[in-house]
């Protein structure tokens, strides 16, 4: 343990950056060996996509970083937060540490950008995806970015979490995203098996059906526990999936990086309505 947080407390930039590419090309090779969707789409340009966005995200969190780095020097000195005000041993601190983060920096996060109109409109760009693979995990708008960003300096304020725990969060946070974005074929009982304890792509696929309400279920990242503890769990066929959002089911916009960027400012589209409730 004392490994982990020495490490985590002073991880090098071009770790960080490792870890990031490292899992993209990871999951990237072995979605293409046993991919479960095996869908005719150009890989390639949709990749490039994603990763601009990717590209942005990382931007956004390297100029913003300085604050989440104040934030845990506040909370330590101030003694604020969960793991501030209770002393507790370092396995501890890493689990309760995680699982907190996790809930408020991802799966609260998520859900709000799901009920709050104009999150939704910087957030309906990672759903607007139609091929949904291991690319997609960071195919957020800066806007969006900035909103996460604020969400995890909430988790550190609440938590108490030092430096060391919010670089192990988001190292975890960015791996566990691009395996439950991965387009991997995972043997139906292994899968059943990871996700008692975090998501899968079979548990997290369905988040990204093109209508809801199947939309707005499995918010989790991380660990998939809060989705069951908050009553938006739900199992489907992921044979009868169709990715995307059904008011951007439009290649030329959702394909589109300038379009994409310019989403949030062209107004709010209310989800189609349908006659008849689908079920899967």
């Keep these: 343990m004392e490994f982990i947080t020495a490490y985590f407390s002073s991880i090098p930039t071009a770790h960080r950056s490792a870890i990031l590419i490292g899992g993209l090309a990871f999951f990237f090779l072995l979605e293409n060996l046993a991919p479960f969707f095996k869908g005719g789409y150009n890989k390639w340009k949709h ?3 994603n990763i601009f966005f990717t590209f942005t995200t990382v931007l956004v969190n390297f100029f913003m970083a300085f604050i989440l780095y104040y934030a845990t020097m506040w909370v330590s000195s101030h003694h604020i937060g969960v793991l501030q005000m209770i002393e507790l041993p370092i396995v501890a601190q890493l689990l309760i540490g995680l699982m907190l983060m996790d809930l408020i920096s991802a799966y609260t996060a998520h859900w709000i950008e799901h009920k709050v109109t104009w999150m939704w409109q910087f957030h309906v760009i990672h759903h607007t995806d139609q091929n949904i ?12 970015s900035v909103i996460r960003f604020l969400f995890t300096v909430l988790a550190v304020v609440v938590t108490g979490a030092p430096i060391w725990l919010v670089f192990l969060y988001q190292s975890l946070s960015a791996l566990l995203s691009q395996f439950n974005h991965s387009n991997l074929n ?3 009982w292994l899968d059943n098996l990871l996700k008692l304890v975090i998501c899968t792509p079979h548990m997290h696929r369905v988040h990204h059906h093109y209508r809801q309400p199947y939309s707005d279920s499995n918010y989790g990242n991380i660990f998939s526990f809060w989705d069951r503890l908050f009553g938006t769990y739900v199992a489907v066929d992921n044979n009868k999936l169709v990715y995307g959002v059904d008011t951007y089911m439009n290649t030329e916009e959702s394909e589109s990086i300038g379009y994409l960027l310019k989403m949030p400012f062209a107004g709010y589209r209310k989800p189609l309505h349908y006659d008849k409730e689908e079920t899967l």
Excluded at 134 to 143: E, K
Aim: glycine fraction near 12%.
């Design 133 to 144: 693979d291991t690319t997609s995990a960071n195919r957020h708008h800066p806007g969006e």
């Design 47 to 49: 990749s490039g996509i």
């Design 186 to 188: 995972i043997p139906i």
